[in-house]
């Protein structure tokens, strides 16, 4: 990607296809980019959600021991 | 207030630099801007350069550069995005900067112009990764940011998550006692770390308001008007929504895939709901026929929305369209040359700088929930932005007509000489 090194083109994951432009070459900002994050990222803070709904019926049958 | 102009030497500058001064500049000349406030909205005021380690998953460190330009803040904190791309650099933070000064000023906000990010191609980085970096940054910025001196925003890969990250941190370097009195420390939150309602929809809405108050202002009904869109993402899809709300009809949609038309018309909920089972595409979606990319702005239509990215409508498309009126959802969708020729048609523009304004908007209803402890409803926050946006576009318009000028220099105007009475009224310290 490096023709479009003064565009944000350059990361974009349409950068081969996309049909909105065909002058790639200076792009600072566009609507349509796809995000880094937003392609697969799950919030750690789920994933501990998830965790503990898993193990919920579990704890309840266990003994509070406290120390 | 007495003047003295320094000549200075002339620097070349390039792209977004070069057009956002251009714009200023036939603004200035037309209000007769005063030399001297003239000379310091030309400069920024503080631009940050900071170097910061992290540390790798792999146990290397790496050192990264990031920066922070603050153009202005007459008129309120500095406002404006941190994105996270190998393009940033001083002079794209110094024009993206300025632009944010011109929109929050005509916007009516209480905000300057500011903008910053990190030199790094995300790609390569993992999330636990960019979330070191996301923390060390803000850490690096340390209090260059606050909430009533620079408040930061998503932009290019930087999101809802980067900004709780950022407020995260912030915060843990506050005493307990002051923690949580920092939450608008950063807009574009999640919903859930004190992000508010609305705020996904806000410039989408923003563009098709201000088609609306268009049409009221030339006595237009917007019912069966048609409309193309390109760009299908957060803020084509809304503008096409709250369009057909009001019986538009969608006949055409051009998104990266590709484009595609009918003349009867589009269901927006059912393309959109297509879409999303599509990964993102609306090509193959039922009653419509795929067509070739240069004549979209061409098609036959009453109202042409560019809600994707900049230099779209070039002096090449410009003496195709038909439309009577250009939304720009997008930043700077419409080229000088191409301006010329369709104010020359008649073919009315709602520039990007009014036309796209309710996303910051938004952020401001954000921070204000944050700063006073208040959480809106959605339709509360929806009936705000559209008594915002009508004040703005009211403006604008009758300024239009009364110095004879087009839109968007009308907007300029009002933004330039509305930091132009700040600076008048207040005088320069000492």
Known sequence: MKKYLRSICSTCSYVQNCSLTTNKSSIYECNEYVHHLDADYIPSVMNLIKTTKVDFEKVEKRELILN | MTTRVLKQKKVHKQGMLDNVMRQFDHAAEIIDLNPNIRKILEVTNNELVVHFPVRMDNGEVEVFTGYRVQHNNSLGPYKGGLRYHPTVDIDAARALAMWMTWKTSLAGLPYGGAKGGIQLDPTKYSNSELERITRRFTYALGDNIGPELDIPAPDVNTNAQTMAWILDTYMSTKSPAERSTNMHVVTGKPVGAGGSEGRDRATGYGVSLTIKFWAENKKIALKDKKFIVQGFGNVGYWAAHFLEKQGAVMTAVQDAYGSIVNESGISVEQLFEYSQANKGS?????????????????????????????????????????????????????????????????????????????????????????????????????????????????????????????????????????????????????
């Open chain 2, 282 to 430: 609306i090509l193959g979606f039922k009653d419509s026929s795929a067509i070739d990319i240069t004549n979209f702005f061409g098609l036959d239509c009453d109202i042409i929305i560019p809600a994707a990215l900049g230099n779209q409508v070039t002096a090449e498309i410009a003496p195709q369209i038909k439309a009577a009126l250009i939304a720009e959802g997008a930043n700077g969708p419409t080229d000088v040359e191409a301006e010329e020729i369709l104010l020359e048609k008649g073919i009315d523009i709602i520039p990007d700088i009014l036309c796209n304004s309710g996303g910051v908007i938004g952020s401001y209803f954000e921070w204000l929930q944050n700063r006073n402890g208040e959480i809106w409803q959605l339709d509360e926050v929806m009936q705000k932005l559209e008594k915002k946006l009508r004040e703005s576009f009211s403006k604008v318009s009758e300024l239009s007509e009364e110095r004879n000028v087009d839109m968007r220099t009308a907007a300029f105007i009002i933004a330039i000489e509305r930091l132009e009475e700040t600076y008048i009224q207040r005088g320069i310290f000492p």
